[in-house]
């Protein structure tokens, strides 16, 4: 009689954790990125948005709007402020910088919580032999000899890759 309660609570208790586990897969959201509709652009340098709301469009995966409130996303471009890093060499300070500072950084936010969900930096080098940046949620775009319209065209291009990879991996 022990023996089958003992049993009894051994089933019970991995029945009971494998239900919890399936609630909380459940109940896991998936990546805002999938779920959102409307986009808003903000203005960028060179036209950019332009180029970006027309290839975002051509896409279709969000609606485009042309007011921020009450969208799901937002996409800014900002231009990095570079901090001054002084190091001491030989008893004077020196001033060093990054040997390539991202030019631009174009980010996915969501407009609810704020949370950066993509993000790409813009460099001024080209790529070297065989480097072909990997979907996610940070990417780098080198953009030496680039238009503006090549560069949004880039940029939408990464962001569906990732889109794209969120899909198949069930947003996680």
């Not at 027309?54 to 485009?64: E, P, S, V």
């Not at 969208?71 to 570079?82: F, G, M, S, T």
């Not at 996610?136 to 889109?163: E, F, N, S």
Request: aromatic fraction near 6%.
């Amino acid at each position: 009689m022990k023996r089958a309660a003992m049993i009894f609570a051994l089933i019970s208790g991995f029945l009971s954790a494998s239900i919890v586990a399936r609630a909380q897969a459940a109940n896991a959201k998936p990546n805002r990125l999938l779920t959102a509709k409307i986009a808003y652009v903000a203005p960028m340098p060179d036209n950019l948005d332009q180029w970006l709301i027309q290839d975002l469009r051509a896409w279709g995966q969000y609606q485009i709007s042309g007011n921020s409130q009450g969208v799901d996303l937002v996409i800014r471009a900002k231009k990095p402020q570079e901090k001054p890093h002084y190091v001491l060499r030989g008893g004077t300070v020196e001033k060093k910088q990054r040997k390539t500072p991202p030019v631009l950084s174009i980010t996915v936010t969501d407009w609810v919580t704020g949370a950066k969900l993509w993000q790409a930096d813009v460099l001024d080098a080209g790529p070297k032999k065989n480097q072909n940046p990997a979907p996610g949620p940070d990417t780098v775009i080198y953009a030496r000899h680039m238009t503006p319209d090549q560069l949004a065209q880039r940029c939408a291009t990464l962001l569906r890759r990732y889109v794209t990879e969120l899909e198949q991996t069930g947003g996680k």
